[in-house]
């Protein structure tokens, strides 16, 4: 006898957080295209060598990352769902991922030369500490048959490894710079936001179901790597930001960072970094522009849906005449 093949059905969930993220990320849909990055023409100008080159070369970070997602990342996570609505979510995930990898590009084709560009992509897709991190995250979508451990590596992704390079966007729109770069990141951080907390969540799931064994087994693997993940990103950090002196700035905020994953994942946090030890002004760029940031944190113990202001026609009129 053939196997049938099931329908989905939005009107039986099963795990009501599914809905609940499809909602939130489909209301806070977004395209690059958008946002009038030429806007930050003036303020690129004012900028020195050493400063264009930390802009540049983290966006070539972060490329690489969202490129992983979109491209890899996904597509495993898809392969271990539980119900038919976990798969929609990861499906819009999945395109949001290249809709970040994509805006990027947007950034570099209004602030830097086609050579500069050229140069970038040939940097990220060659350095040796954004390799070596990348390919510790892909291996594990590519090659782990343990699907929590891919989800793992996805919140660590997601939730620590990309803030090396969130900094210095929020650094300049602390300082009033690059807001329309900035903007950017902000969306994308809020959806990051949202991932990472949803697939933490579901690791959080299959994670109670194991025996204490099993469990303390996995938190010993889970530890090790994100230290791992932690000496690789330390000195990632030096090469990108020594020069312009944010080093120990940075370090402070992505180890904060890595509580955070800690905490999405059901964790105690590794690290004694609270928001009280980050920057006020990178707080600040945080908390004022993305109010949603932490909205999915009470997930596990009574869930809130965020709040997102709803779209007017005249949002789509950058650049035209009114
Ligand atoms: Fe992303
Ligand atoms: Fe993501």
């Known amino acids: 006898m053939t196997e049938n093949y ?28 958008r946002i009038p990055l030429s806007n930050d023409l003036a303020d690129w100008r004012t900028l020195d060598d050493d400063h264009r080159w930390v802009v540049g070369h983290v966006f ?3 490329t690489l990352l969202d490129t992983l997602q979109s491209q890899e990342g996904m597509a495993s996570l898809r392969k271990n769902t539980v119900t038919m609505h976990e798969t929609a979510v990861l ?9 970040h990898a994509k805006s990027y590009s947007s950034i570099f084709s209004t602030l830097n030369t086609p050579d500069e560009i050229e140069e ?11 390799q070596n991190k990348t390919l510790k995250i892909r291996d594990i979508y590519k090659d782990e048959p ?16 990309f ?11 602390g300082h009033n710079k690059l807001s329309n770069v900035a903007e950017i990141i902000k969306l994308i951080l809020r959806d990051e936001s949202v ?31 994100l230290y791992k993940l932690y000496e690789n990103e330390e000195n990632y950090t030096h090469l990108l930001y020594d020069q312009v002196g944010w080093t120990e700035d940075v370090l402070t905020f992505i180890r904060y960072n890595a509580n955070k994953a800690l905490m999405n994942l059901g964790q105690d946090p590794l690290f004694p970094d609270t928001n009280e030890d980050v920057n006020p002004v990178i707080m600040n760029g945080i908390s004022t522009t993305t109010a949603n940031h932490d909205f999915f944190s009470q997930v596990g113990n009574g869930y809130l849906l965020g709040n997102v202001e709803s779209m007017q026609d005249s949002d789509y009129n950058f650049g035209k005449k009114i």
């Open 6 to 33: 099931n329908a989905i059905n939005w009107n039986a969930v099963d795990d009501a957080i599914d809905k609940a993220t499809w909602e939130k990320l489909t209301e806070q849909f977004w395209l690059d295209t």
């Open 60 to 62: 070539g970070g972060l």
């Open 91 to 99: 499906n819009n995930i999945q395109f949001m991922e290249s809709v």
């Open 120 to 130: 970038i992509f040939d940097w990220s897709d060659t350095e040796e500490l954004l």
């Open 146 to 161: 343990n699907p929590l451990k891919k989800k793992i590596a996805s919140v660590f992704l997601e939730t620590f490894l």
């Open 163 to 173: 803030y090396s390079g969130f900094y210095t966007p929020l650094w300049y729109l």
């Open 195 to 225: 991932h990472g907390t949803y697939i933490g969540y579901k690791f959080q799931i299959g994670y109670n179901q194991l025996s204490s064994e099993d469990q303390s087994e996995l938190k010993d693997w889970l530890y090790d790597f």
